[in-house]
């Protein structure tokens, strides 16, 4: 942990959570340790959503110098996959996070979670049901009237014992029984109401293979998990928190020595975007988007692919704060933070995305010159590049109005701007072809004007980025917007989310000049392309040796107008 991490978790207040662990440590509780856990299910890629999640229970771990587990809750073969394993290795440790010896599966107590529920037999406290899902469903009652019990709940012991084995060995088809806890069907918590904590699922394992047919319940897998492993602060999300009276319950019931507490906190909700997982993979089976890496989409894979950085999602956590209230962060904020980093670390390049030829008529024709242009005005250490200037370049279309309006500070006809790091040029003359297209300027350089200043003292507002036709290099530039073009997609029960899409999330521009330096280009690099915005080389466009930058995010910042006009009226 930096002296930067300590240092602002030193002035801010405690939150919560972090109240509760240390009213734990000043009483001595759980032996004075601290181990918590992120227990993902592999059944899609992680999103911002779970980032909060893992800054917060890892974060936790660090600052009491305790341990976070990174566990799979993987009981349930018919949506998990190794990809999605792999993937959440890759991305928990993308955001600097290292689980070294801390890795479990919940599929690695498999066995233990079978003589637990055998436990519970033997003890008059689980029975195996015949009824369907949807009698379970009808029998269940409602928030204002009690549940039925089951015409199976009495069945002796040996009888259940009998028939979960035969649920084990294969003998009983999926939908014909489960095993269910024996709990209250008059339970005021529908959790309560003799839960299913088996079921049958014939499907192969990605770790265990055919080993096993039944499966346990999450319910019941993951309090026996941290259990197990000396979970002692069970953080989740809201959702869970009627699912907390069951927690216990099990834990009593199996009466284990480790009894974790369940602590429970807000999800975090985006505007602009969806977080369930769900809707996620919808997007991607209907090919929406080009699958779960798609810069557009939430998933930490996608941003990263985008070039979000992981210091800026974490000081975006850090930023919104750990809370029991439900609410949504504009995504602004997000793109905030983005921009703070990649100001600080980012190369500044030019980029033209519409290029319209320029020929500077009184530079000699076969001159070359190079020129000094700062990598980053922010950080010295980043030094300088050369530039080659020419004859010939390119500047942006929009850069240029034939019949400019007011306060027009670009390029003109007897117009004069600044080139950056270059010089002053004036336009003399429009070139159009026979249908009126304007094809090319012409215009003349001030020699005197070298490195964008000149010492007459004339003003020139306007500095425009180019491109020398001696050296450009041709690619592709993706600029990204919101997936949805509503704030809240999902919200109305009449519409189809998927209905929401922003049809303009993705604009491809594929005739772009850049400037030479970005042919030696990283994915791990990012780049302020001037005036035009953050951004960075397309990870699967560069493993085929294509040249596609993505667009991190625009130049504009609207949630630092929020915060300064917020300050401005208080």
């Not at 207040?13 to 759980?30: Q, R, T």
């Not at 928030?143 to 009998?162: A, C, I, K, M, W």
């Not at 509503?486 to 189809?496: C, E, L, Y």
Request: net charge neutral; with cysteine.
């Amino acid at each position: 942990m930096s002296m930067d991490k300590i240092e602002d978790d030193c002035l801010r207040p405690l939150n919560f959570i972090e109240e509760i662990i240390e009213n734990d440590l000043k009483a001595g509780k759980n032996c004075q340790k601290v181990i918590t856990r992120f227990p993902p299910e592999p059944n899609g890629y992680l999103h911002i959503g779970h980032a909060k999640s893992i800054c917060l229970n890892f974060g936790l771990a660090a600052k009491y110098n305790g341990f976070c587990n990174l566990r799979f809750d993987d009981t349930n073969p018919s949506k998990e996959e190794k990809e999605f394993v792999d993937s959440i290795q890759k991305d928990v440790r993308w955001l600097g996070f290292d689980f070294t010896d801390r890795l479990f599966y919940a599929s690695d107590y498999f066995e233990k979670f079978y003589d637990f529920a055998v436990y519970l037999i033997k003890k008059g406290k689980a029975y195996v049901c015949d009824l369907n899902s949807d009698q379970i469903r009808a029998f269940r009652g409602t928030l204002t009237e009690p549940g039925q019990n089951s015409p199976y709940r009495d069945r002796s012991v040996e009888d259940n014992l009998s028939l979960f084995l035969k649920m084990r060995d294969g003998q009983c088809l999926k939908g014909q029984s489960v095993l269910r806890a024996k709990i209250d069907m008059a339970s005021s918590n529908l959790n309560m109401r003799d839960p299913v904590i088996y079921r049958i699922m014939p499907k192969p394992h990605h770790r265990s293979g055919d080993k096993w047919r039944i499966y346990p319940m999450y319910d019941f897998a993951h309090c026996i998990s941290d259990s197990l492993e000396g979970i002692t602060h069970s953080i989740c999300t809201l959702e869970f928190e009627n699912h907390r009276p069951l927690y216990d319950w099990f834990l009593e019931q199996l009466d284990v020595s480790c009894h974790p507490q369940q602590i429970e906190f807000a999800r975090l909700n985006l505007t602009y975007t969806v977080m369930s997982k769900r809707k996620l993979q919808t997007l991607v089976e209907k090919k929406l988007v080009s699958g779960w890496d798609d810069p557009r989409m939430p998933t930490l894979a996608g941003l990263r692919r985008r070039g979000y950085t992981p210091l800026a999602i974490s000081k975006f956590c850090e930023r919104i704060g750990v809370a029991k209230t439900i609410s949504t962060v504009d995504i602004s904020l997000l793109e905030y933070f983005v921009r703070e980093d990649l100001n600080r670390i980012a190369k500044r390049v030019m980029v033209v995305l519409s290029p319209l030829k320029v020929v500077i008529t009184n530079y000699p024709q076969d001159q070359v010159e190079e020129l000094d242009a700062v990598n980053n005005p922010e950080d010295e250490s980043m030094g300088s590049r050369k530039i080659l200037f020419s004859r010939e370049l390119y500047i942006e279309r929009d850069d240029f109005r034939e019949n400019p309006p007011k306060k027009f500070f670009r390029l003109y006809p007897k117009g004069e701007v600044r080139l950056k790091h270059a010089y002053y040029i004036t336009c003399e003359e429009v070139i159009k072809d026979d249908a009126g297209n304007l094809i090319q300027l012409n215009c003349r350089y001030d020699p005197q004007s070298r490195g964008g200043w000149s010492d007459d003292g004339r003003k020139v507002k306007g500095t425009l980025h180019w491109v020398s036709a001696k050296d450009a290099i041709k690619g592709e530039v993706r600029l990204y917007d919101h997936l949805f073009k509503v704030a809240n997609p999902g919200a109305s029960k009449d519409v189809d989310f998927c209905e929401e899409l922003n049809p303009n999330s993705l604009e491809v521009l594929s005739d772009c000049l850049f400037e030479s330096s970005l042919n030696e280009a990283k994915v791990t690099d990012h780049f302020q392309f001037l005036r035009q915005g953050y951004f960075c080389l397309d990870r699967v466009q560069a493993t085929k040796g294509q040249l596609v930058f993505n667009r991190t995010v625009a130049l504009r910042d609207s949630w630092a107008k929020i915060e300064n006009s917020s300050k401005t009226q208080k």
